[in-house]
C-alpha cells in the first residue's frame, strides 16, 4: 500500500541500524542479524514470531500463543509444535537468538530491548510526524512520516491470515498508515505548489472514497490552486457518492468547508505555525483592552524562558470573564509569528474528564480506558496502578520531544483549576524534563467561581514551589480602560453612568459587555430573537454539561437534521455557541458564565425531561458520552425521587468512579462515590447497596490520599446491619491497611469487625475467611497484646491452602510476613518468601511476582544476605521495567537508594533516590516520593559533612506525622535548634510514659526520639524511649528499628545518662550486627561513639583503634561527615566526660 508521498523519487533510508539484530513485520516477517536476513521457517513459524513482537516485552502463556495459532481446536501435538518452533529461532543464529527469545518461567517472552522491531520504529516515527504536523512544523513532519514511509514493505505480516492477534495489528497499524499518507499530503499542501498535491488527492479518493478527510484535503488543494469550482464541485460529488451508495449524509466538516469557499475565507490560506493554535483559542478578532503591561511580562518572560533562564511556567489569574484566555491568545498570536509552536489544551468543569487538559491537547491520542487492563482491590494483594496514567505521560513526553526537537513551545493549559493530580503531576514532570529547552508554559486559573478539589490546590501549590512558577493576575480594568472598553462598542456615557456600570461588573470586560449588549441578563440578547428550536438546543446543550455531540442533540431533541443544524447555526451566529472538529462534531458553550446563566433560568421540571432525554441518548450511543457526562446527567435525573432515576444515578456515579481511577483520578472517583453514597444515603437505598458504595468510597479516599476510616466505619455499620458477613468481610479486606498498619497504632473497631466476621464463619467463604485472618493477624502487629497474631497468620495460612485458591494463599502470604517477624521465625519468612515466588510465576502473575521479590528482601536482611537482596531488586527492576509501571519502577529505585545508603555508596544512593522522585512524581505519589527521598538526601548530605545543605530537601517535604522527628533531626544538625525543639510538642509524658499524639507513629520515631532526647537535654523522654526500646532490640532480629539501629541508639541513652559500660556493651553489638550486614557507615556511626565510651572508660588505646577505622572509612566513601567531632566529641563529650 502507498503511505506516503516523497518529496523526491530516492526514498529515505530505513532508520534500522544495520549490524543489530532486527524484526520485521512491515511486509512478509523477516529477521535480520548483522545485515544478513535469517530464515524463520514457513508461516507458522513466522506466526510464532510476529505474535511475539507484537507482544515485545510482555511474558505470554503458552496456553494463550496455542489459541491464538490454532484456534479453539488445537491439535494434541500443538505444545509440542510450539515448543519446537521456539527452540527453531532460538538455534538460528546463537547467542543473539537465544537473547531474543530468553528462556522464562510461565511462558515465552520477546526482549524488546535485544532487536529492533520495524513496527515500534514505524510507530514512534509515526507519532513524532504527526505531532509535528500538529503543531504546523511541516517539513520537520513531512521528514518523520517518510522515514516512517520507508519501513513500509508491504502489507503487515504479509502471508498470515488466520492469527487473531496479527490481523488486529495489522488493521492497526494500515489505519495509522492511511492516518500519515493524509498527513504526509497536508504537510506537501503546506510546504509546496498546491496543483503539485491535487493529482496523488485524486488517487487517494480513487482507492478509499468513502474517508472524508481525503475529499476535504482534495477541496482545499484545489481551492488553494486557484481552481473554486472545482472544489465546490468535489463537495457535491462526495455528497452524492455517499448518499447513492451508503445512504450516509457527509459530516458537518464537509459543509463547513464548502461555506468558506463560497465566503472565501482567508483562513483557508496558508499560514505557516499560526494553524497550529486551535480555534477555541485563537480569538484574533476580540479586541484586548488595557493589557498591554500583562503582554509585556510575558513577553520578558519567554525570553527568559527561552535563554534557558527561569520561568517556564507562567500562572495567569482571575475570575470568569476577565480576559485571562484572551491574554494567553494574543500573547500566544504574538509569538507563533515569529515560528513559536503553540499547543493548548483546555479542562471542562462539567463533566471533569480524566487527565484534562492532555485529553484535549493530544485530541484524541490516549488510550481508550476499555482497552486497559484492570486490577481490582484485593487482586492478588495488589492496588497499585492503573496503566492509562502511564499511557498518557508517555504519550504527552513523546509528543513535546518530537516539537521541542524542531523549535521553541508555547504551551497553554486553560482553566487549569479543574484539571486533576494526575494531570497536573504530568505537567510537573513535563516541565522538569524539559530543563534547557525553550519552552514555556501558560496556564489560566479561576480565582473565584471554580468549585477547585483540596487536592486539585494543593497539587498546584506543589507545582508553584518546585518549578518556581511566577503569577499574573488579571484584575477588573481600571476607569480609563473601562472607558475605552466602552468607546470601542460603540457605547458614550457621562463619567457617573460609567462609574456606576464598572462598580456592578467589578471592571470585568465579559460582564460589561454582555450587560450592555442584553441589559442586566447575559443571554437578553444571544437569546432574545432566537427560535423555539435554537431555545432547545441551548437549553440541551447547557444540561449536558457545555458539551455534547451533534448526534446526540439531535437525537435528545427528536429534531431532524436540517432543523438542528439551523437551530446550532442561530446559536453560533450569535456568538454564544462554537463547534468543534472532532470525531463527533462536538459543540459547546463559548463560554463558561452563558452555561452559567442558562442553568440558572431554566426550571427542574424541562432540566429533569432534557436530563432524561440525554440519558436516553447516551443508552443509545455510548461512544458520544463519557461516563462522567453520564453519571451527571443522571444525578440530573434523580432529582425527581422516583427510585428507578436513584438507582441509575448511583449505578452510573460508580460506573465513573471506577472510570475515573482507571484514568489515575482518584479524587475524581473519590468525588463520584461521594455522591452515590449520599444518593444511597437519602433514598433509603438497601442496607447492603451502602455498604457497597461506601466500602468503594473508602477505597478511592485512600487511594487519593484523603482519611478513609470513618468511611470504612459507615461501611462496616451498615453490613453489621444488614447481616450479611460476607459482605462485613469484604469492608474488612478493603479497610485492611496491610503493611501500613506495621506503623499504625492497632484500630480496635476494625479488629472488633473481623471478629465479629470470624464468628459467623459458616456464613463467609473459606478464601474470604483466610483473607479477613490475615488482614487481623496484620493489625495486630503494633497491639500491646499482640502475640495472637502468629497463632492467627498461621490459621489464615492453613486456612487458605484448604481452599486450595492460590491467589488467596498469594494474599495472604504477602500480609504474613511482617505479621510473624520475629528473630525466631526468620527461616520460615525464608521459605515463605520463596513460596510466594513460586506462586507468582506459577500464576503468570508479574505484578505479584514483584511484591514477591521485595518482600524476599526481608528475610534475607535479617539473614544479612545483602547479595540476595540486590538480586532480588534487580529481578524486580527488569519486571518493573517491563510493566512500564512507574510506581513499580519508583519503589525500586527506593529500595536501591536505601541499599545503596546502607553500603555507604553515597553517590549512587543520591543518584537513586533523585530517581526515586522523579519517578514517584510520575507515578502520582508527590507527597510520599518528597517524603523519602528528602530524608535520603537529607542523611547523605549530614553523611558527607554538607551540613549547610541539609535543609535544602526538606523545604519540599510534606509534613506527614511520621515524618516529623526525622525532619526534627536534620533541623537540629543545621542548627536550627528551635525548630527541632518544636517538633517534641507532640510528645507527652504520662506517668513516666512515653505516649506520642496519636496522629503521630511512635515505633518508627524511637530512634529519632533519642536523637532530639539526648541534644535537647530531655531526660524525661530519654528513660522513656529507653524503655520502650529496650525490649524490642532483640526482638525482630536486624529489623530497623532494634538491631540495625537499635543498639546504637542505647548506646546514645546509656551515655547520656552517664553509664559508660552499658554504651559500650551496646556500641560494640551494633557494630557486629552492622558489619554482618555490610552496612559500614551505619557501623562506623557506632564506631565513632564507641571510641568516646573507651575514652570515658580511659580505654585510650581502643578508642584510637576505634576512630582510627572511622577516619578509614569516612576517607573509603567520602563521608566527611563521620569525622564531626572527633577531634574533641563533638555533640557527646559533655556527656562522656
Known sequence: ???????????????????????????????????????????????????????????????????????????????????????????????????????????????????????????????????????????????????????????????????????????????????????????????????????????LIIRQPWDERGWLLLMLALYRSGRQTEALEAATTARRMLADAKGLDTGPGLAELERMILQQDPRLLPTGAQLAIPRWLAQTSAQMIGRDEQLDVLTGYWEQSSSGIDPRVVMVKGEPGVGKSLL????????????????????????????????????????????????????????????????????????????????????????????????????????????????????????????????????????????????????????????????????????????????????????????????????????????????????????????????????????????????????????????????????????????????????????????????????????????????????????????????????????????????????????????????????????????NVKLEHGIACRRAGFPFREIFLSAAEAATKAEDPEMLANVCVGWSRGSFSQIWETDAEYLAYTERVLAQQSRVSAPLRARVLGARAAELTWADEGGDRFDIADEALALARAAEDPSTIAHVLLGRNMAIAAADTLDIRRAEATELLDIARSLGDPGLEFQAMLQACGPAIDDGNIGLVGEMLSRAEAIANALRQPVLQWTVAYARASLSLWQGRLSLAEEYSQEALEQGMAAGFAADAMLFAGGQFAEIRRLQGRLGEITRPLERMPIQPHGLFGIARYQYEAGLFEQAAARLDHVRMVDGTLQLRRDCMERINLDYLAFLAVHLDRPDVAAAVEQRLLPLADTFGHDAVSGLVGHHWLGVLAAFQARPEAAVQHFERAVRIQNELGMPLLAAESQRELGWAYKTLGQHGRQHAAHAEVRHVACLFGAEGLLTGLSDGGHWSARYS
Not at 515465552?108 to 520504529?121: F, G, M, R
Not at 520537520?140 to 492469527?163: E, T, Y
Not at 493524509?182 to 485524486?202: I, S
Not at 484539571?419 to 514555556?440: E, H, K, P, Q, S
Request: hydrophobic fraction near 45%; include cysteine; proline fraction near 5%.
Open 1 to 203: 500500500m502507498d503511505t506516503a508521498v516523497h518529496r523526491s523519487g530516492t526514498p529515505p533510508k530505513s532508520s534500522l541500524v544495520q549490524g543489530s539484530a532486527q524484526i520485521r513485520m512491515l511486509g512478509t516477517p523477516e529477521l535480520w542479524i548483522e545485515g544478513t536476513q535469517i530464515s524463520i521457517g514457513g508461516p507458522k513459524a513466522q506466526s510464532v514470531l510476529g505474535t511475539l513482537a507484537v507482544r515485545a516485552g510482555q511474558l505470554v502463556t503458552a496456553d494463550w500463543l496455542i489459541d491464538q495459532l490454532w484456534g479453539a481446536s488445537p491439535p494434541q501435538s500443538a505444545r509440542v509444535s510450539l515448543q519446537a518452533y521456539i527452540s527453531r529461532v532460538r538455534a538460528l543464529h546463537p547467542p543473539v537468538t537465544e537473547a531474543i527469545l530468553p528462556r522464562r518461567a510461565g511462558g515465552y517472552l520477546l526482549a524488546h530491548d535485544v532487536a529492533t522491531i520495524d513496527t515500534h520504529e514505524y510507530d514512534r516515527h509515526s507519532t513524532e510526524g504527526r505531532a509535528l504536523a500538529a503543531s504546523g512544523r511541516w517539513a520537520a513532519a513531512l521528514d518523520r512520516l517518510d522515514m516512517a514511509a520507508a519501513l513500509w514493505r508491504g502489507s503487515p505480516f504479509s502471508g498470515i491470515d488466520a492469527v487473531p492477534e496479527l490481523a488486529l495489528e495489522r488493521d492497526r497499524l494500515l489505519d495509522l498508515a492511511a492516518s500519515n499518507n493524509l498527513a504526509a499530503l497536508r504537510a506537501r499542501l503546506e510546504l509546496f505548489d498546491p496543483a503539485e498535491v491535487v493529482p496523488p488527492l485524486r488517487d
Open 328 to 691: 494567553a491568545a494574543k500573547f500566544a498570536e504574538k509569538i507563533s509569528n515569529s515560528g513559536v509552536a503553540v499547543v493548548a489544551g483546555r479542562c471542562f468543569d462539567t463533566p471533569r474528564l480524566p487527565m484534562q487538559p492532555w485529553t484535549d491537547l493530544l485530541e484524541g491520542k490516549l488510550v481508550a480506558p476499555g482497552s486497559l487492563p484492570y486490577v481490582a482491590d484485593g487482586e492478588s494483594g495488589l492496588d497499585i496502578w492503573e496503566f492509562a496514567a502511564y499511557e498518557m505521560f508517555t504519550t504527552v513526553m513523546r509528543h513535546f520531544e518530537a516539537l521541542l526537537e524542531a523549535g521553541p513551545v508555547l504551551v497553554v493549559l486553560d482553566d487549569i483549576q479543574w484539571a486533576g493530580v494526575a494531570a497536573i503531576r504530568v505537567l510537573d514532570y513535563l516541565v522538569a524534563n524539559c530543563r534547557g529547552r525553550d519552552l514555556m508554559v501558560i496556564a489560566t486559573i479561576r480565582s473565584a467561581g471554580a468549585d477547585m478539589p483540596l487536592s486539585t490546590e494543593r497539587a498546584l501549590g506543589e507545582l508553584a514551589v518546585r518549578t518556581h512558577a511566577r503569577e499574573i493576575r488579571l484584575n477588573g480594568l481600571g476607569i480609563e480602560s473601562f472607558t475605552e472598553l466602552l468607546v470601542a462598542r460603540g457605547h458614550r456615557f457621562t463619567e457617573e453612568r460609567v462609574a456606576a456600570l464598572r462598580e456592578s461588573t467589578g471592571g470585568v470586560p465579559l460582564l460589561a459587555i454582555s450587560v450592555l449588549d442584553g441589559g442586566d441578563d447575559l443571554l437578553a440578547l444571544p437569546l432574545g430573537r432566537a427560535s423555539e428550536d435554537a431555545v432547545r438546543v441551548a437549553e440541551l446543550l447547557a444540561t449536558a454539561g457545555g458539551t455534547c455531540s451533534v448526534t446526540a442533540l439531535r437525537y435528545a431533541s427528536n429534531m431532524s437534521e436540517p432543523d438542528i443544524d439551523r437551530a446550532l447555526e442561530e446559536l453560533i451566529a450569535v456568538g454564544l455557541v462554537r463547534q468543534i472538529d472532532d470525531l463527533y462534531a462536538t459543540c459547546e458553550f463559548a463560554h463558561g458564565l452563558y452555561r452559567d446563566s442558562l442553568v440558572a433560568r431554566i426550571t427542574d421540571a424541562r432540566k429533569l425531561m432534557w436530563a432524561r432525554r440525554l440519558l436516553a441518548a447516551a443508552d443509545e450511543l455510548r461512544g458520544h458520552f463519557t461516563p462522567p457526562s453520564t453519571a451527571a446527567l443522571a444525578l440530573t435525573s434523580a432529582k425527581s425521587g422516583i427510585a428507578e432515576d436513584v438507582d441509575r444515578a448511583i449505578a452510573e456515579c460508580r460506573a465513573a468512579a471506577g472510570w475515573s481511577a482507571q484514568f489515575h483520578e482518584h479524587a475524581e472517583a473519590m468525588r463520584w462515590c461521594a455522591q452515590a453514597v449520599e444518593l444511597a444515603e437519602r433514598a433509603d437505598a438497601p442496607l447492603l447497596l451502602r455498604s
